[in-house]
């Protein structure tokens, strides 16, 4: 007897030391104590069946669940809450609480879209996960009044041509690149050779089918979406810029979170970013098999002749101190 009693004495003493050691029993989920509940609305002018959507839905999901409902956010795609101009305005005043957009509404932030700023997409991530992201946001919000607290990579831009296969920027010389009616679009291709051509893009179908351009440069999710195998017959990988979505939140919201409700927040955001960011990028992949199968053929650019031909574009573009700064600060970088 004595000695079964010992024995579960220790077994007792091992549970005990099993149950202080485990991360999982010893750490308290948190409970949202302290927080007030929010009944937010999330806006945003991307199709509810977008993959990039998953994000803004994982999202509302994820904190509802993590702060034990403290936190409800509603998701309005497909414009419901207007354009991104419109929604941009309703932060400032505090009538809408968050948009998911392309558009930054920030100088510093259009820094990204200069050509080849970023090396790869890990280069991209630890420049916008990081300080230099960190800085541009808490600068924002002291502006603005709008707190910039994450991104989503939605893919690479590459370009796709009607009649001639680009290598090399050579290869571009006089071709008319459909591009938004945006400078960094415009100088980028004219430093490429092309002849930059803004058009609409609910325009552009026509537009390639027509001749009225030789091509596009965009990443490649909307050329399959809108079948434009139907129209392009060339494409190439020049992944000269990146394409990337921004999450804004009001300031008023903002300061109305706890500590601890901005630590589940902000890591809940990076959680779901990366999760969508892998299917991005395996999407990406599926869209390029999908339209080798359409018949569009793939070349393999020489992606330094095409940095090195843009390589001065940003010196035409950026003009405050501060633009130039973050340039410089992402380039330097390692």
């Not at 949202?32 to 069946?49: A, D, H, R, V």
């Not at 200069?114 to 991209?124: C, K, Q, V």
């Not at 370009?159 to 960094?184: E, L, N």
């Not at 430093?191 to 325009?203: D, H, S, Y």
């Amino acid at each position: 007897m004595e000695k079964h009693g010992r024995y579960f004495i220790l077994v007792g003493i091992l549970f005990l030391l099993v149950l202080i050691g485990s991360p999982s029993l010893s750490v308290a989920a948190y409970s949202g104590e302290g927080q007030k509940t929010l009944i937010l609305k999330l806006g945003s002018e991307i199709p509810l069946n977008d993959i990039t959507s998953q994000a803004p839905i994982r999202f509302a999901e994820r904190m509802k669940e993590r702060t034990n409902g403290k936190i409800q956010i509603t998701y309005f795609s497909d414009s419901q809450l207007g354009k991104w101009q419109q929604m941009l305005e309703s932060l400032k005043t505090g009538s809408l609480a968050m948009m998911y957009s392309p558009a930054g509404g920030s100088k510093e932030l259009y820094v990204t879209q200069m050509p080849y700023i970023f090396r790869d997409l890990d280069h991209a991530t630890k420049i916008l996960d990081g300080e230099i992201g960190e800085e541009w946001a808490k600068r924002h919000l002291e502006k603005s009044g709008i707190y910039i607290f994450g991104w989503l990579f939605t893919g690479w831009h590459s370009t796709f041509t009607t009649k001639v296969p680009v290598r090399t920027p050579a290869d571009m010389k006089g071709m008319k690149i459909r591009v938004p009616q945006d400078r960094h679009f415009i100088e980028t291709f004219q430093a490429m050779g092309a002849r930059p051509t803004p058009i609409p893009f609910g325009e552009l179908y026509l537009a390639l089918r027509q001749g009225v351009v030789d091509g596009l440069a965009v990443p490649i999710t909307p050329v399959v979406a809108l079948k434009m195998w139907e129209v392009i017959k060339y494409g190439a990988p020049t992944n000269h810029m990146i394409s990337v979505f921004w999450i804004h939140l009001s300031g008023q919201t903002w300061e109305s979170l706890t500590p601890e409700t901005r630590k589940v927040w902000m890591d809940t955001w990076k959680e779901v970013a990366g999760e969508v960011r892998k299917e991005v990028m395996d999407k990406e992949r599926e869209d390029i098999s999908l339209l080798k199968s359409k018949g569009v053929v793939f070349t393999d650019p020489d992606v330094e002749a095409f940095r090195e031909a843009t390589k001065d574009v940003w010196k035409k573009i950026l003009a405050e101190p501060a633009e130039i700064e973050a340039y410089e600060k992402i380039k330097a970088t390692r």
